[in-house]
């Protein structure tokens, strides 16, 4: 079975780059593996940090283990370049681990799509930065960052 396409789709002008890195932002900020699998083509390769995947399978295995470890995720992802298939993106999120400490990651993404609109390559280098509660910016109630939040430029980060 093909899955259906996923729009907008490649070529990507700034615009239309800029919406699919919201509808990513969007998805992960559910937390829900299965949702966000399906953005991705049911052979995608992935570098995460140290971690290599390949396939749904494996990243919704993925995405549950990171979402039971970082508590309270809150993720910004901001558009940093675009040509045809691809989308370079840096982002930030902040985490809760179990013993309550609070941590920002940084990081950027590479992304490559197929004519469907699908993530078929995704190569993300991240870094943990420890902060303080009182240090944290993303405030918004659990899920999808309102509208009105400031991105991550408008935050200076």
């Given at each position: 079975?093909?899955?259906?396409?996923?729009?907008?789709?490649?070529?990507?002008?700034?615009?239309?780059?800029?919406?699919?890195?919201?509808?990513?932002?969007?998805?992960?900020?559910?937390?829900?593996?299965?949702?966000?699998?399906?953005?991705?083509?049911?052979?995608?390769?992935?570098?995460?940090?140290?971690?290599f995947l390949t396939g749904r399978a494996e990243i919704?295995?993925?995405?549950?283990?990171?979402?039971?470890?970082?508590?309270?995720?809150?993720?910004?992802?901001?558009?940093?370049?675009?040509?045809?298939?691809?989308?370079?993106?840096?982002?930030?999120?902040?985490?809760?681990?179990?013993?309550?400490?609070?941590?920002?990651?940084?990081?950027?993404?590479?992304?490559?799509?197929?004519?469907?609109?699908?993530?078929?390559?995704?190569?993300?280098?991240?870094?943990?930065?420890?902060?303080?509660?009182?240090?944290?910016?993303?405030?918004?109630?659990?899920?999808?960052?309102?509208?009105?939040?400031?991105?991550?430029?408008?935050?200076?980060?």
């Amino acid at each position: 079975m093909t899955d259906p396409a996923r729009p907008p789709l490649p070529p990507f002008t700034v615009e239309t780059a800029a919406q699919k890195v919201r509808a990513a932002e969007d998805g992960w900020n559910s937390r829900d593996p299965q949702r966000v699998s399906l953005a991705y083509t049911e052979d995608s390769r992935w570098r995460n940090r140290s971690e290599f995947l390949t396939g749904r399978a494996e990243i919704v295995d993925f995405l549950t283990r990171k979402w039971a470890k970082e508590n309270e995720y809150r993720l910004i992802k901001e558009l940093w370049a675009t040509t045809g298939n691809r989308i370079a993106v840096r982002f930030a999120y902040e985490w809760r681990d179990a013993d309550g400490n609070w941590f920002r990651a940084c990081g950027n993404e590479n992304w490559e799509f197929d004519e469907r609109g699908l993530m078929a390559h995704r190569h993300a280098s991240i870094n943990d930065v420890p902060i303080s509660e009182a240090q944290r910016l993303f405030r918004w109630p659990q899920g999808r960052r309102p509208d009105d939040h400031p991105g991550l430029s408008a935050l200076g980060l």
